[in-house]
């Protein structure tokens, strides 16, 4: 897994996903509740894209490639990650001339691959000067192997096994002051913190009321923190990323900025998102 290129990957998942979509149901409807939100609440057609199938193998096959890659020569250079975490290094380098001392929370969003995204910030890391960088993250730990061997300089401050949660913010906090950037995935919706209680906040998603998770917003807004979203892209074996437009957590409206830019990724490139097609993505009872 290690030597298999990434152009092979994608062509790899399709057949693998239709394969066992023949002999199982539940993967099945999986990929057809993917194309249902992308034709009923998007408003463009997807109920027999491939792809949506797809998306689930192909980000546990680039993740299996990028982790055992770096298992096997751990200096394993990726050009097509490196160049957007450039992109973002100056945008905050950019962001840093128009006001100094306010700290960037970088915001990965769920698009094409969890371990390309953390390669992302390491790299970023890096450009910035930074010996560490804090990451708030929802997703377990050691999946396939050691994750603090492959990436030793990520301060992981939360992950999905983690208890106790009460002095997330504190952490969060600390790092900013510390290094300037944290790293805080801030598109999930609010059923994959489930530890957490449903802290949300009422925007609109497509036109249509939605709620977002207000973590970075009640964690950002008293720093006078930016945000800056961006998500990646995959086509051809060939990564790419699109960086968002930077949002002051502090403003009022910053809520629904940062939902415009969810729902402006979700039209652009909704195949590759890591959560579409989970039936309660931005929409829920909140009472309960």
């Known amino acids: 897994m290690s030597r298999v290129p990434l152009a092979v990957l994608e062509p790899i998942a399709i057949a693998l996903s239709l394969l066992r979509a023949a002999f199982d149901a539940n ?18 057609p997807g109920s027999r894209n491939i792809r949506l199938l797809a998306a689930p193998m192909l980000e546990g096959l680039i993740d299996q490639r990028l982790h055992f890659g770096r298992q096997r ?21 950019r962001l840093r001339r128009e006001a100094p001392g306010r700290p960037v929370i970088v915001s990965p969003f769920h698009y094409v691959s969890q371990y ?42 939360y992950t999905y096994a983690q208890d106790n949660r009460s002095g997330l913010g504190l952490q969060v906090a600390r790092s900013l002051r510390r290094n300037g950037v944290v790293a805080i995935f801030a598109d999930v919706p609010p059923y994959t913190l489930h530890r957490y209680p ?45 960086v968002l437009e930077p949002v002051r957590l502090a403003d009022p409206d910053a809520p629904q900025r940062v939902a415009r830019e969810i729902e402006q990724a ?23």
């Open 266 to 288: 979700l039209r652009n490139d909704f195949d590759r998102s890591l959560v579409a097609g989970h039936p309660s993505l931005y929409s829920f009872a909140p009472a309960k």
């Open 198 to 242: 449903m802290e949300t906040v009422g925007v609109y998603i497509f036109g249509r009321p939605a709620r977002i998770h207000n973590g970075v917003f009640r964690m950002g807004a008293p720093l006078d923190a930016i945000l800056l979203p961006f998500y990646l892209r995959f086509e051809r074996g060939r990564f790419s990323g699109a």
């Open 27 to 44: 993967r099945r409807v999986r990929g057809s509740e993917r194309g249902e939100y992308k034709r009923d609440v998007i408003g463009t």
């Open 116 to 157: 390309a995204n953390i390669y992302v910030i390491d790299d970023l890391r890096a450009k910035l000067g930074l010996d560490r960088i804090g990451v708030v993250s929802g997703v377990p730990r050691d999946l396939y192997g050691s994750d603090d061997a492959m990436i030793p300089n990520i301060d992981v401050l």
């Open 73 to 93: 020569r751990f200096n394993e250079a990726w050009p097509d990650l490196q160049r957007i975490a450039g992109t973002l290094a100056q945008t905050i380098a």
